[in-house]
């Protein structure tokens, strides 16, 4: 047999180690089996919490251990087939064709992806997680709008001067907007950064606390692209938005000490 | 003028930096709120549904869970054994299996029970009459829920015919069933559809041979007697039954928490810490920006023979009330936003109608205005420092220069 | 206008070989070179010289509001290096009154309130607030405008509402620093009269000013050039 590295754990068993299998409570006739081997079992998100106590077996071990004698027929019963096809992706269109062509109701086939329940479950969680980030973004623009309506108000008498010498209100704001582009640009691919480091330190820490090789943050360009996308075009708004309220003041009130 | 008066009345001198402020603070404030509810909830909310079934006790032939394990075998005599017990009030042996009933053509899942149920029952009756092992009219009876009573256009009165996928027997006919009442079962899902039966009903609807498939039990459900509480039941059980797993509701929730409800525990602590240093910081700055902003205020009132405690001092003011005007006005928010994110996540399959992901709980407020005393202190100790540090000649004399 | 404390025999203020130097990143710098001079009660001295003489250095200096690097400062005959800064914050706000070229008053409050906030500081209670914050802004001229808030105010009016606020709490001493900097020649004369008149009513006044004529009114001229007394006697 072989078993988890968890399992191997637990139990403090090692590969060549023998022990005795039952499939009742009471440990009725056992059968011992040797340790082939360790591996690592597939992360799955479905049993996250799940402490992964497995153990694999020939098929035919199996079945004489579990075997009901009562049922002829548990012998040769299984829980699911397993098909790998040559193109997989034909799993759907081949799932709908053998569920058709199988007389039994309670019979079903289906693509191997996660399936229905497990797709549902990620969707409900992308959208919870989407959810928070959108909050978070809100609660981060109004700290923004306010840390920018501050520091406008520090170039009052700088934006009065300027005026008072002749620039047009068009020509600050490009000033503002250059400014604010590269100040956006420079925070978002800090802030990237950042939550690269930050997403080393979530998956080490769900990693420990659950025992599994699972990944659960992982930034790919596409989702990096998506925060710059969002973060510099706000930034640049919240200067922009932020000096034209000062602009529209009246230039004697701006230079005034 | 009041340390207090004075600080408000700086905060209120730029109205639309203080309203930005505490908007942002309210929006972060709610989050943490939502977090420090979600830590909780779900086992707050487990707890109230476990309790509202009205047993405090379940019983399996091992540790696996229902349908996961062996069944109970020997259920008339352990059912007897058990309920003869001074501890124990009543048990309710239960069936766990599914069936197939046609709608619209097409074969759906049916979530199907079967119970013998004397007092009470892990139901509650909304329509018509409930089943009742002691009476064997013949035709099989059922309670089903209002989903599939929907589905169907079933009334009491009514037939439905099931097909039950409850054992390996796979050539078990249809059986026609007539429907006593609709109930409503605290642990059904959205959209899921429910029956349930006695066990001699369910046990012909799945084909069982009465030598054994009547005689067994996936749950026994068991209320113990006021007097003596679940932990002294559990123990006598444990007495005249070691090989059964009982486990108390406390004891269930507890598991729940370690193994099922565990994502959601430790993501909303991640949450809850992010949301906090993040909050932290951006309080942080708002303040010290705003400080730096009135350093010739602030040494010109220092020349004036304000101390550095009073100015420090006054910083913390506009700390607290930033904080906690935002923190206030989070609390409603928090509210009506852990409302959506509860919709969101009931959706989720296998999560039961009534459970609730975000649950107000004392606790969580009291850990929440904690938090917020906490941030107000620590966001304050920076710009605190820079006006208590301030050199009062040269920022004058910095003022002048401009 | 009479200060709190009565006119004593020692100096208000005596200043011996005081010295600041500050650390430059180009090297030191002394803002004020082994100073020594007393200010006596009622007293009105001008501290005139060119910018970056060390006047206002000095000036801090003799408001307790800077320690000098050298030397030694007392205040009503008492050691200002040694005492802590608790101490000197409450001596300059009960002792010494501080106006500003740039007036410094708070934005957020009225006229009143400005005047009224260092009496608030000092506990005093509030009746006598009222009645005292009343006095001074007639005593300046601006009862009518109590309500306004600084930026309702012209140049002139905020400067009064400085001196009243820097009456507040009846100093001994009046410090201000370029007062008229910031203001046009009729309202610096404004002002000027309202200092002459401040003194004459027994607050001791030290002006430092680069305006030879503010520093004309005073009874003494003190002449800085490189942080030194260079002579006493009139500006120019």
Not at chain 3, 123 to 145: F, P
């Amino acid at each position: 047999m072989l078993i988890t590295r968890q399992l191997a754990t637990a139990k403090g068993l090692s590969v060549g180690d023998i022990v005795s299998l039952a499939s009742t409570p009471d440990g009725n006739s056992p059968r011992r089996f040797r340790v082939a081997g360790i591996y690592e079992p597939v992360p799955d998100p479905m049993r996250l919490a799940a402490k992964r106590l497995e153990a694999r077996l020939h098929l035919p071990d199996l079945l004489s251990l579990a075997a009901d004698s009562s049922d002829p027929l548990s012998a040769e019963s299984v829980t699911a087939i397993n098909v790998a096809l040559t193109d997989p992706a034909d799993a759907d269109a081949f799932a709908r064709d053998v569920s058709a062509k199988i007389p039994i109701a309670q019979l079903t086939a289906r693509a191997a992806q996660g399936g229905e329940g497990t797709a549902t479950v990620f969707v409900v969680l992308d959208r919870f997680h989407f959810a928070i980030a959108v909050v978070t973004v809100i609660a981060s623009t109004m700290f923004l709008l306010a840390l920018m309506v501050m520091l406008v108000e520090e170039r009052r008498e700088t934006v009065g001067i300027l005026r008072l010498i002749g620039l047009r209100k068009s020509r600050i704001l490009l000033q503002v907007f250059a400014e604010g582009l590269l100040i956006a640009a420079a925070g978002a691919i800090v802030g990237i950064l950042f939550a690269a480091a930050l997403q080393g330190a979530v998956n080490a820490f769900f990693q420990w606390r659950y025992d599994t090789a699972l990944i659960f943050v992982r930034i790919t360009p596409q989702i990096a692209w998506r925060c710059v996308l969002l973060a510099v075009p706000l930034g640049v708004l919240a200067s922009v938005v932020s000096s034209w309220t000062l602009l529209r003041s009246n230039v004697l009130d701006l230079a005034r000490r | 003028m009041s340390p207090l008066a004075f600080a408000l009345r700086g905060l209120v001198r730029q109205p639309g930096r203080a309203i930005l402020g505490i908007a942002g603070i309210a929006a972060t404030g709610a989050l943490l709120f939502d977090m420090l509810m979600l830590s909780q909830g779900l086992v707050v909310s487990m707890e109230q549904l476990l309790a509202s079934v009205g047993f405090d006790i379940r019983v399996t032939a091992t540790q696996a869970t229902p349908l996961t394990g062996p069944p109970i075998v020997g259920m008339a005599d352990t059912v007897a054994t058990l309920a003869a017990l001074p501890a124990i009030e009543e048990v309710v042996p239960l069936r766990l299996g599914e069936a197939q009933v046609d709608i619209g053509g097409r074969s759906r899942e049916v979530t199907f029970m079967g119970a013998d149920a004397a007092v009470r029952r892990p139901w509650t009756l909304l329509e018509g009459r409930d089943i009742d092992q002691r009476q064997d009219t013949g035709q099989p009876r059922l309670l089903v829920n209002q989903n599939l009573a929907r589905r169907l256009e079933l009334a009491p009165g009514a037939t439905v015919t099931l097909r039950g996928a409850c054992t390996a027997n796979s050539s078990v006919p249809p059986t026609v069933f007539r429907v006593d009442g609709i109930a409503e079962f605290p642990f059904d899902q959205a959209s899921q559809l429910t029956a349930i039966a006695t066990l001699r009903d369910f046990a012909r609807a799945c084909g069982d041979a009465p030598a054994d498939g009547a005689d067994q039990a996936d749950l026994l459900m068991i209320a113990s007697r006021p007097g003596d509480g679940p932990t002294a039941a559990v123990e006598a059980i444990r007495s005249v039954r070691p090989d059964l797993a009982a486990v108390t509701n406390e004891e269930l929730v507890a598991r729940f928490q370690q193994v099922e409800f565990s994502y959601f525990r430790q993501i909303s602590f991640v949450l809850a810490t992010i949301t906090m240093f993040f909050g932290l910081l951006l309080i942080t700055v708002l303040l010290s920006v705003s400080t730096n902003q009135r350093l010739g205020e602030i040494a010109a009132l220092r020349a004036l023979g304000f101390s550095r405690r009073r100015m420090a001092s006054d910083v913390l003011w506009r700390s607290a009330l930033l904080v906690g005007a935002g923190g206030a006005v989070a609390l409603p928010l928090g509210l009506a936003l852990a409302t959506w994110l509860d919709a969101l996540l009931q959706t989720m399959p296998g999560i039961p109608a009534n459970l609730r992901f975000f649950v107000f709980a004392p606790r969580a407020l009291i850990v929440y205005v904690a938090l917020l005393a906490v941030t107000i202190t620590v966001a304050a100790i920076y710009p605190m420092r820079t006006v208590a540090r301030l050199p009062i000649s040269s920022t004058l004399r910095t003022e002048v220069i401009g | 206008m009479r200060p709190a404390t009565g006119v004593g025999a020692f100096p208000i203020v005596e200043a011996r070989e005081i010295t600041r130097v500050f650390p430059m990143p180009a090297g030191p710098v002394t803002a004020v070179h082994g100073v020594s001079l007393r200010i006596n009660p009622a007293e009105y001295v001008a501290i005139w010289g060119p910018s970056g003489c060390g006047k206002s250095t000095l000036l801090h200096i003799l408001g307790c509001v800077d320690i000098p690097s050298s030397g030694s400062l007392l205040f009503e005959n008492r050691d200002v290096g040694a005492l802590p800064d608790a101490d000197r914050s409450d001596m300059r706000l009960r002792k010494i009154g501080f106006v500003f070229q740039r007036f410094f008053l708070l934005p957020m409050l009225t006229a009143w309130e400005n005047v009224e906030l260092p009496q608030a500081e000092a506990r005093i209670a509030r009746d006598e607030r009222r009645s005292r914050t009343a006095e001074l802004l007639a005593y300046v001229g601006l009862a009518h405008r109590a309500h306004h808030r600084p930026s309702q105010l012209s140049g002139g009016e905020m400067q009064r509402v400085a001196i009243a606020r820097a009456l507040a709490n009846r100093p001994v001493l009046l410090l201000a620093d370029e007062p008229t900097g910031e203001l046009d020649r009729a309202t610096g004369e404004q002002i000027a009269e309202l200092f002459d008149r401040v003194q004459r009513d027994g607050t001791a006044v030290v002006i430092v000013t680069h305006d030879q004529a503010i520093a004309s009114r005073a009874g003494r001229t003190l002449v800085m050039r490189d942080g030194r007394i260079e002579r006493e006697g009139t500006a120019g």
